[in-house]
């Protein structure tokens, strides 16, 4: 039975040449795409669950209030997580990440710049699971002086050869001994690094410094375990060794345990660029969107087709066909065009999946095509597909009444029928929602690239000292660069104006006493505002003419005039630290002599925050502000003075405006991902109404003759033809434009700066999606109208 009904499927699907390419070319785009959003969701909720312990590990997060103010870190003290497992036998095991951000390692001439690096405790390799290439995890990082590298990093340094036991200087010339080389951090993991050094000194160094907050932790807990009790117990552990610290200040700090498979698209602490569950929710209804509007053109036409089926039903009746045999039957055609269509979807996922990777920033590979469960997603979606686009169909049809169809009386229902037109505005109001918001994702890309700063970005080259070493030819370097007229400025400063992080207790005159609070601190010297283009809209800048800037001055920006309610803040009195504990020696106290415009020192995804600038002459980051012209000229002449000045040091150096750029790189590329999927939606609807049109012009052949031979214009026939698609279009736009704001004025309220939603968006996205509508009915219609009436006519 079931070869015949593939059988009568297959000649089914031949007899209808242009009927079936329109179907499988729909099914094909809606199910590739359908398979490449899936393969992003599936990437994207794979993130760190390749680790054994993986249900079991739990990232410690610090939540600090201050009395005016809250936020989260993904860091915490050094001594937490060890005193957690001294102190609670529940955890089983930790792991704390101490950073050393970009190191400097050599090997004899050889020297390399190396990005996160991290000191880790010798339970890294316990608790999270990574391969080795060489060396024992066990025992890799248990001695001082270890280094695990990572392969990448081992090939650079050593090639083809084993790096097991070979020596690597550091920056502060201290030489690590290479005990272990790993696989490369996947990447579907929110933590990554490129070397580990055991934590020897660091550790002992920062047993009890419950004050600072830049160590990243994590618990391993029994199977099972409900985290929360053990979060219960975190404000005794805050009582007992930070309280005396910061209680004093007002200051309550809270613990909490995010799961580590929830990091990546749940977390959302200050400084952190994650994933987001939210665009898992989005990119898979777009998926299934994809998949509707494929399902949703087979169902139209099919049913705008059951005149030429239904004598086919009639006399499969009369020869004693049941209904449930019929609807198999159809729904056997409906899953083989589909089958044919997610071969073509297969062949075609594999060819573009290089260019999705480019798109989305992923690294699919092709063995993931191969994967169980990606194969069983494939055949669900057969089965989705087939079932939901065949079944109407099937329904339908199989309900024809033998004796009305066979008279010759049955009239075809699927041209008018308000289901069919439901679909089509159920079409093109999912295809207007996408390019609606698609737009308001550009809009919103462009305001943050566009606004104002605070500080000019263009043409600022950034070096990194890595260290303090050489800085003492700094002013030697500064002059050699100066002489250049193509560089007009150079300042420094302790971070890179795009990045300012952390927190520093200051002593701050306020309007009713001395208080402890915490702010963003800085340090710069007295080019670097300039350099900037930074604009004191009171008092004054630092001077090199001043020394006394260093203990007495400080440079406030407008947001800590705001906080601290300052009417006259010029003369405020400022102290680094909190007040003197009994038997500490008094800090002198600094006053305000500057008031900065606000700037961004962060991406706009971070709100501005008060931030008080010290005057430091010698800092790790160099500014250089250069001329347009010619820049290559001028970044290979600072490449020169700069090895003259440090023959033993790398020149490496990045443009400010590129790390602006990279902060909105994952939305750009989401951005990138829905624009091409919208495409695709509207193209999937088009080219269903394009079929469907081709049928109701072929259904109206005789009615188009008998107007043109009364004398209707082509206009007249093109604007009868176009009408009613006309019309459903326009129904579908006060369906998707609701939609449409509500879901962007959410997705925008995630931003503390954002564009509007200006009406001018819907109206022009209306207006486009009415024309692609047109462009795609009109061919047809005028085709129709200007051939001879003769011809349609011979027959009657």
């Known amino acids: 039975m079931l070869r015949n009904y593939l059988k009568i499927a297959w000649r089914n699907i031949r007899k209808d040449k242009f009927y079936s390419l329109i179907n499988i070319l729909g ?65 089983e095991n930790f792991v704390r990440f101490f950073p050393y951000g970009k190191v400097t390692f050599r090997q004899g001439e050889k020297r390399f710049y190396e990005e996160n690096v991290y000191a880790a405790d010798s339970t890294v390799f316990d608790v999270f699971t990574y391969k080795f290439v060489e060396g024992d ?63 020897g000194q660091n550790e002992r160094s920062q047993a009890t410094n419950w004050g600072s907050f830049y160590v990243t932790s994590y618990l391993v807990l029994p199977q099972n375990y409900d985290p929360k009790l053990l979060e219960a117990k975190f404000p005794q552990v805050y009582d007992k ?37 939210g665009y898992v929710y989005i990119f898979s209804a777009v998926a299934l969107f994809m998949l509707l509007i494929a399902s949703i053109n087979y169902m139209n036409l099919a049913t705008a087709r059951s005149a030429k089926r239904a004598k086919e039903v009639g006399l499969r009746k009369v020869m004693g066909s049941v209904r449930k045999a019929l609807m198999t039957q159809f729904l056997t055609e ?86 069919r037109k439901a679909l089509v505005v159920a079409q093109f109001a999912i295809s207007l929602i996408m390019l609606i918001c698609t737009w308001i994702v550009y809009r919103q890309l462009n305001y943050m690239r566009n606004k104002d700063l605070g500080y000019d970005k263009e043409q600022v080259l950034t070096i990194n000292y890595q260290d303090r070493q050489p800085r003492t030819r700094y002013d030697v370097l500064k002059n050699q660069l100066l002489a250049n007229p193509a560089i007009q400025s150079v300042g420094t400063a302790t971070s890179p104006t795009s990045n300012i992080n ?79 504990q009994p038997g500490e020696p008094e800090r002198p106290m600094a006053q305000v002599v500057g008031v900065v415009k606000d700037f961004h020192q962060q991406s706009l995804y971070n709100p501005i925050e008060p931030l008080i600038m010290l005057y430091r002459p010698a800092n790790a980051i160099i500014h250089i502000k250069i001329k347009a012209q010619d ?35 994952a939305d750009e590329l989401r951005g990138r991902i829905f624009t091409v999927f919208a495409l695709l939606t509207i193209l999937i609807a088009c080219l269903g109404l394009f079929g469907l049109a081709t049928f109701t012009i072929e259904q109206r052949v005789k009615e188009i003759g008998v107007r043109k031979v009364m004398g209707a214009s082509v206009s007249s026939v093109v604007l009868l ?47 486009l999606t009415l024309l692609i509508c047109w462009v795609t009915v009109i061919y047809q219609s005028v085709k129709a109208s200007i051939a001879n009436p003769v011809t349609s006519l011979r027959s009657e």
């Not at 600072?638 to 443009?655: C, V």
């Not at 006060?734 to 954002?754: D, E, G, N, V």
């Open 27 to 91: 099914l094909t785009i809606g199910v590739t795409c359908g398979l490449l959003l899936l393969l992003y969701v599936t990437d994207e909720l794979s993130y760190d669950r390749y680790h054994t312990n993986a249900s079991r590990i739990y990232r410690v997060a610090s939540q600090i209030r201050e009395p005016d103010k809250a936020f989260g870190w993904a860091s915490t003290q050094p001594p937490l997580a060890k005193t957690l497992k001294q102190d609670y036998p529940v955890v």
């Open 137 to 199: 995890p066990k025992t890799a990082l248990a001695q001082p002086g270890s280094l695990v590298l990572t392969q990448s990093v081992a090939q650079k340094f050593f090639g083809s050869r084993s790096a097991l036991g070979e020596s690597l200087q550091t920056n502060d010339t201290t030489f690590y001994k290479v005990t272990g080389v790993m696989e490369d951090v996947p990447k579907n993991s929110h933590f990554t690094f490129n070397a580990l050094l055991s934590t």
């Open 241 to 277: 060794y930070a309280k005396p610290i910061f209680g004093r200040m007002g200051i309550k700090i809270t613990y909490e345990l995010q799961p580590l498979t929830s990091v990546h698209l749940y977390s959302k602490l200050e400084g952190e660029t994650n994933g987001d569950i």
């Open 334 to 419: 409906s899953i083989l065009m589909t089958v044919f269509a997610l071969v073509a979807s297969l062949l075609l996922t594999a060819a573009l999946l290089p260019f999705f990777n480019t798109v989305s920033g992923k690294d699919i590979s092709y063995w993931q095509l191969l994967q169980p469960r990606f194969v069983l997603i494939a055949l669900s979606v057969v089965v989705f597909t087939g079932l939901i686009g065949g079944s109407y169909p099937a329904f339908y049809l199989s309900s024809f009444e033998p004796a009305t169809v066979l008279k010759g009386s049955f009239k075809a229902r699927g041209g008018n029928s308000f289901f």
């Open 502 to 580: 952390g927190r520093v207790i200051f002593t701050m005159e306020a309007n009713d006493g001395l208080k402890e609070m915490g702010f963003k601190p800085m340090g710069i010297d007295h080019d670097y505002l300039k350099t900037m283009g930074m604009k004191v809209v009171s008092g004054r800048d630092f001077s090199d003419k001043i020394p006394a800037d260093t203990l007495n001055g400080v440079i406030i920006n407008q947001a800590v005039v705001e906080r601290m309610g300052w009417k006259e803040p010029l003369g405020k009195k400022v102290r680094i630290g909190g007040n003197p």
């Open 631 to 665: 820049v290559p000229k001028t970044v290979a002449f600072i490449s020169q003075k700069w090895k003259e000045t440090y023959p033993d040091r790398l020149f490496e150096y990045r443009f400010l405006d590129q790390d602006f750029e990279s902060a909105y790189h």
């Open 721 to 767: 033809l176009s009408k009613d698609f006309t019309k459903l279009v326009l129904y579908s736009f006060p369906i998707a434009i609701p939609i449409a704001y509500y879901s962007m004025y959410k997705w925008l309220q995630s931003f503390p700066y954002k564009t509007d939603i200006e009406i001018w968006v819907f109206v022009v996205a209306c207006l």
